[in-house]
């Protein structure tokens, strides 16, 4: 059984690499002109389609790599400094509301594609899901728990995107690009704690 701590960890690592606050303004963006009917279609197949891709990575990333001859560990922190390096563009760079919407204006606007990926099922949420639920490392009952987990995150992005107007009327474009350099800081400790672990598996530092 997971010690409340653990799913608290695991729930706000899951919470920050998919970051349903900063799916907003990504969203809003594609939605422009829609009516309220259409944006719920919109949202409802986003967050579906981010869902099916979650999962399979959940259920077949380690097979993948097992196949190409990788250690989950080497992954893990290779994983661990693409999070950094990501996370440091959300803190200094632009955020990733400002760089998805620049991104939506340029493509059709479809539920798919930048919602569903790569805002929702972002890169760094598809190397979560395979690193929490590490066959190696991880029972089957604890598994399960992480894929509920992310459920949860999905159905509460998919409440913010149904109450899309009325968050962005509150939050501002200000106070959403303060949300995510915050969370940018998270994730950046996310991503350190990752590489210690890595090397603490491969034998290369001491457990701490």
Avoid: Y
């Amino acid at each position: 059984m997971l010690a409340p701590a653990q799913i608290l960890q695991e729930f706000v690592t899951l919470w920050v690499v998919i970051d349903p606050i900063g799916t907003l303004p990504v969203f809003l963006a594609v939605t422009t002109g829609l009516s309220a009917a259409q944006r719920r279609a919109v949202a409802t197949r986003a967050v579906a389609v981010a869902f099916g891709v979650l999962v399979l990575f959940l259920l077949a990333g380690q097979m993948v790599l097992e196949a190409l001859g990788l250690a989950l560990p080497s992954f893990q922190i290779a994983g661990g400094i693409i999070l950094f390096l990501f996370a440091l563009t959300m803190i200094f760079g632009h955020s990733k509301p400002e760089e998805e919407i620049a991104a939506a204006e340029r493509v059709s606007r479809t539920s798919v594609f930048p919602v569903a990926i790569p805002s929702i099922a972002s890169p760094g949420a598809m190397l979560a899901v395979v690193v929490l639920t590490d066959n190696d490392r991880f029972s089957l009952a604890h598994q399960a728990v992480t894929g509920a987990l992310m459920g949860v995150v999905l159905l509460c992005t998919l409440a913010i995107l149904l109450a899309a107007a009325p968050l962005h009327r509150v939050l501002g474009t200000t106070g959403e690009a303060v949300i995510s350099r915050v969370m940018g800081m998270v994730l950046a400790a996310v991503a350190v704690d990752a590489v210690l672990r890595g090397l603490v598996t491969l034998g290369a530092l001491a457990p701490f």
